[in-house]
C-alpha cells in the first residue's frame, strides 16, 4: 500500500499549486482522506481532510477559503487545490487516508489515519 503525493515546489507569494496523492496497493473509496503539513522545527499539523464520498470537508482555520480539497475515486486520486499561498504555507505536505468506514466523517486527529505518504515540498517567498 502506497500513497504518493506530488505537485509540490517553490511559489512566490499569491501563488498556486496543486497537490495530488495517488493511492496504490488497495483501494481508498471507502476510506477519509486528509492533508497534514509539517514546516521545519514545527510539529505536523492538520491541514484539511475530506470523507470517502467527498460529501463531507473540514478546513484548518489557516487554510480555510484558499484550498480546496476534493478526491476522485475512480483514480484513487485526492487533490488539495492551494490558492492565495503564503510563506507561513510553506512545509512538507503528508496526505494519509484512513480505515475503511461506512460513515461519511473526517477527522483532523493524525492517529485516525493509518496509511501515510513521503510527503511534498511546498515552498511559497515573500
Known amino acids: 500500500v502506497q500513497l504518493q503525493a506530488s505537485g509540490g515546489g517553490s511559489v512566490q507569494a499569491g501563488g498556486s499549486l496543486r497537490l495530488s496523492c495517488l493511492a496504490s496497493?488497495?483501494?481508498?473509496?471507502?476510506?477519509?482522506m486528509a492533508w497534514f503539513r509539517q514546516a521545519p522545527g514545527k510539529e505536523r499539523e492538520f491541514v484539511v481532510a475530506?470523507?470517502?464520498?467527498?460529501?463531507?470537508?473540514y478546513y484548518s482555520d489557516s487554510v480555510k477559503g484558499r484550498f480546496t480539497i476534493s478526491r476522485d475515486n475512480a483514480k484513487n486520486t485526492v487533490y488539495l487545490q492551494m490558492n492565495s499561498l503564503k510563506p507561513e504555507d510553506t512545509a512538507v505536505y503528508y496526505c494519509?487516508?484512513?480505515?475503511?468506514?461506512?460513515?461519511?466523517?473526517?477527522?483532523?486527529?493524525?492517529?485516525?489515519?493509518?496509511?501515510w505518504g513521503q510527503g511534498t515540498q511546498v515552498t511559497v517567498s515573500s
Open positions: 496497493g488497495r483501494t481508498f473509496s471507502n476510506s477519509p
Open positions: 475530506i470523507s470517502w464520498s467527498g460529501g463531507s470537508t
Open positions: 494519509a487516508a484512513g480505515p475503511d468506514t461506512n460513515y461519511d466523517i473526517v477527522s483532523p486527529i493524525n492517529t485516525d489515519y493509518e496509511y
